[in-house]
Nanobody, 128 residues
Framework: QLQLVESGGGLVQPGGSLRLSCATS????????IDWFRQVPGKEREGVSC????????TYADSVKGRFTISRDNAKNTVYLQMNSLKPEDTAVYYC?????????????????????WGQGTQVTVSS
């Protein structure tokens, strides 16, 4: 079965940190760019970050720049999203998505591009 599985979400106080993981099942990760999104009920899905298939290109939403870091370990078929200095407004369900084909080399336009696989999401709650 081909899928992405997110983990690492939870409840954290403002200013705290979490590391999300996005692991593949049934396919190898190194042929795909991985994009992270988040969504709050009643709001549009928001692009958070992207990493190209080689890891050579990354991008971040302005709202998380300087606080979040995306990385990948293709040998472990896992992409990570390190989230530091968390704020209450970071509270959301976080999803990872895989984009293959020629778009895997780039991050430009990651928010609107087609994705081959999606994870089920992991809840992140930032609250005191």
């Amino acid at each position: 079965q081909l899928q992405l599985v997110e983990s690492g979400g939870g409840l954290v106080q403002p200013g705290g940190s979490l590391r999300l993981s996005c692991a593949t099942s049934g396919f190898t990760l190194d042929s795909y760019a991985i994009d992270w999104f988040r969504q709050v009920p009643g709001k549009e899905r928001e692009g958070v970050s992207c990493i190209s298939s080689s890891g050579g290109r990354t991008t971040y939403a302005d709202s998380v720049k300087g606080r979040f870091t995306i990385s990948r370990d293709n040998a472990k078929n896992t992409v990570y999203l390190q989230m530091n200095s968390l704020k209450p407004e970071d509270t959301a369900v976080y999803y990872c998505a895989a984009a293959g084909g020629t778009s895997r080399y780039f991050c430009s336009g990651y928010v609107s591009r087609a994705h081959d696989y999606w994870g089920q999401g992991t809840q992140v709650t930032v609250s005191s």
